[in-house]
């Protein structure tokens, strides 16, 4: 099998995201928070690589994306900026590292370009992240906007459940996602929004949407790479399509090699180093 796909080898910017909206070309992203994700997506093709901080969900295995910190995106970051060469590299600001206020929220977005890698950032909320948006962007930091279903808001929100599902509150989605274009966002996330409203909203903006339980008109469509490869635990949303189950594959790797070494079976000689002839002869006649 040839890991590589080479037939669009071309590094991805941000201003590419808006030009393939433009051409009606379907986009790609996936999650990614460590180097062997990250080679294998992208050298897949996936157009974009999100270290979001589902991490903390997903690797660190909390409850919720709440207590993730900056240092645990930006080590993940690190690894996965090693791995990707092609895909655009997005990294989540966590909760509380873009609340306090502009100058820290600055700060922070820096750390992650500079130590970390990253391409872009990307942070939750509508119309109250206006102003940081463009501040964010006047220091050369392209930001991707997430609304809709915002994890960092579970508290507030009491869940995780569809969001926009009545005619006000859609109302309040589609004028947020104008707000942030306006304010220069190069993308916006729409998680767990009805389509109808997906596809307006999409309709309605320049940049590209990006979509994640939000239907089919999104330009650009992401998932947690460990949800849609059977690498996570629990119950999985609706709008995940399993497309291996890596949990199954591994359980039966471990599970032979268990057995091999019980019954002797492993290591063979052949995954064994044997000592040279020479050290073998004199071994012999010494004793
Ligand atoms: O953290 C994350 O993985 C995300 C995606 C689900 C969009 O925010």
């Not at 929220?105 to 992240?129: D, Q, T």
């Not at 279903?149 to 507030?156: A, F, G, I, N």
């Not at 008109?217 to 947690?224: E, G, N, S, Y």
């Amino acid at each position: 099998m040839a890991y590589l796909k080479p037939d669009k080898p071309e590094k991805v910017y941000v201003p590419a995201l808006r030009a393939a909206k433009e051409k009606g070309e379907k986009l790609v992203c996936l999650t990614a928070y460590d180097y062997p994700t990250a080679r294998i997506v992208d050298e897949a093709g996936v157009d974009i690589i999100l270290v979001g901080d589902s991490i903390g969900n997903v690797i660190h295995g909390y409850d919720n994306t709440i207590p993730v910190t900056l240092d645990e995106i930006l080590s993940a970051l690190k690894a996965v900026k090693r791995g990707a060469s092609r895909a655009l590299l997005v990294a989540d600001m966590p909760y509380g590292t873009y609340h306090i206020n502009a100058d820290e929220s600055v700060r922070n977005a820096l750390k992650l370009m500079k130590e970390g890698g990253a391409e872009a950032v990307k942070l939750e909320g509508g119309r109250n992240r206006v102003e940081l948006v463009k501040r964010l962007i006047d220091e050369e930091i392209p930001v991707m906007g997430h609304i809709g279903l915002t994890p960092q808001s579970v508290h507030k929100l009491g869940g995780y459940a569809v969001q926009g599902k009545t005619a006000v509150d859609a109302q309040r989605l589609i004028e947020d996602a104008k707000m942030l274009e306006d304010a220069g966002a190069f993308a916006i996330v729409l998680e767990l929004v009805p389509r109808e409203i997906a596809k307006i909203v999409t309709k309605s903006l320049k940049i590209p949407t990006v979509g994640i339980g939000a239907g089919t008109d999104c330009d650009i469509q992401v998932l947690v790479t460990h949800d849609m490869i059977g690498m996570s635990f629990g119950r999985l949303p609706r709008f995940v399509r399993q497309y291996a189950n890596i949990r199954e594959v591994m359980t039966e790797a471990v599970t032979n090699w268990m057995e091999d070494v019980k019954n002797g079976n492993y290591p063979s000689d052949k995954e064994s180093y044997g000592l040279p002839a020479e050290a073998k002869a004199e071994l012999n006649r010494k004793s």
